[in-house]
């Protein structure tokens, strides 16, 4: 069974940095775009970035500059580093595969676009 489990979250201050990391399980997810999302208590499911299998990437504008998605394929996982970061951006912070291999990553910032999720990993940043 396709699995993904995500690791790395923390407490932190806010300007600090932290690297998530979402490790893939159960089946090559190479062709894979892949997605991290956040949602805080009592909000909607969020998207933060995606990758694609080409290393096509896109990120929300609250992010942009500050935190960057990469690949290793060979290793089946997917990381989220985060830089500069402020109390907003406390979340659970879940990551995603979607089968469908396109060519922009623009095009997956839908929860709807992903087949597969992870468990989560919570992210807080104090003031």
């Known amino acids: 069974q396709a699995q993904l489990v995500e690791s790395g979250g923390a407490l932190v201050q806010a300007g600090d940095s932290l690297r998530l990391s979402c490790a893939a399980s159960?089946?090559?997810?190479?062709?894979?775009?892949m997605g991290w999302f956040r949602q805080a208590p009592g909000k909607e499911r969020e998207f933060q970035a995606a990758i694609t299998y080409s290393g096509n990437t896109y990120y929300a504008p609250s992010v942009k500059g500050r935190f960057s998605i990469s690949r290793d394929n060979a290793k089946n996982t997917v990381d989220l580093q985060m830089n500069s970061l402020k109390p907003e951006d406390t979340a659970v912070y879940y990551c995603?595969?979607?089968?469908?291999?396109?060519?922009?990553?623009?095009?997956?910032?839908?929860?709807?676009?992903?087949?597969?999720w992870g468990q989560g990993t919570q992210v807080t940043v104090s003031s």
């Open positions: 995603a595969a979607a089968a469908n291999r396109g060519t922009y990553a623009s095009a997956y910032v839908a929860t709807t676009a992903y087949d597969y």
């Open positions: 159960g089946r090559t997810f190479s062709s894979y775009t």
